[in-house]
């Protein structure tokens, strides 16, 4: 049907629905799966994310930077607000630059565990045993640190606004721990808080805001991680009733 309206489009000078001057369109070109192929690949992507873990004991064994970008590649192609893709990702392996950001967040984090944090917001932490070292962000080879885009600049100082960059960034975050996982790498999702001193030690432009700390990496042979569950799926899912 769609195909019958496009090449009619080309007859009459009218355009499908979404379509319009000067914005090119083209075929989207879908595979179509058959039924059991579908369910077998849902199978084995459940079975092969159902193994990931946020890890806290990193290797500092090198990994492959070629993962690394190919995984950066997956994270920007995912949808974003108006396809502006608000993102930049700052990939940080040398030491000293591992050693300053470490000692930036353990500042920070001192304050939130000491100071900031309130008593329930500890208690939900408790059963993580998180704290304020942060020897992961120096252990691990690969410090992945995402910036969100809150606007462009344009020429002349003006700025062009982003749409859902907030919910943009997060859908390219979880595609970015998924690429990582799939390659045979652990991650910890880290946001200190305030980052406000990465755009600085990273010298990134005033439009860029920190958005997620991703230490990425081989965890230690002895890593251990908490023993708890995932809500099962009768839990956080419903099939909608029709009234
Ligand atoms: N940013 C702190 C505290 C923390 C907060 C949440 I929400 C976590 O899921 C884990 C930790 C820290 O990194 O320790």
């Known amino acids: 049907m769609w195909r019958d309206r496009c090449c009619d489009a080309v007859v009459t000078g009218q355009y499908p629905s979404g379509e319009s001057a000067g914005h090119p369109f083209r075929d989207l070109g879908f595979v179509r799966l058959p039924p059991e192929e579908s369910l077998r690949r849902s199978h ?10 946020s890890v806290r004991h990193f290797s500092s064994e090198s990994i492959p930077r070629q993962a690394v970008e190919n995984a950066l590649r997956v994270a920007a192609s995912a949808p974003s607000g108006a396809h502006l893709q608000p993102w930049t990702f700052v990939v940080v392996e040398d030491d000293a630059t591992k050693q300053k950001l470490r000692a930036a967040a353990e500042a920070e984090e001192r304050e939130f565990y000491a100071q900031r944090a309130t008593p329930e917001w500890l208690a939900a932490l408790a059963p993580l045993g ?4 942060k020897e992961h962000l120096t252990t691990a080879p690969c410090v992945i640190v995402m910036f969100r885009h809150r606007w462009e600049p344009l020429l002349g100082g003006a700025r062009r ?5 907030a919910e943009s960034c997060g859908i390219a975050a979880g595609f970015l721990i998924a690429a990582l996982h799939h390659a045979g790498l652990a991650t910890l999702p880290h946001t200190p808080a305030p980052m406000g001193f990465l755009a600085e030690l990273l010298h990134r432009p005033a ?5 997620l700390v991703l230490p990425v990496g081989y965890p230690r042979p002895d890593a251990r991680v908490p023993d708890i569950q995932r809500r099962p799926l009768e839990d956080v899912m419903v099939w909608h009733q029709p009234e």
């Not at 998180?130 to 070292?133: P, S, V």
């Open 161 to 165: 606004k982003n749409y859902y960059s």
């Open 130 to 133: 998180t704290d304020d070292i």
């Open 207 to 211: 439009n860029e805001q920190a958005f």
């Open 44 to 53: 084995a992507f459940l079975e092969a994310m159902s193994t990931r873990r």
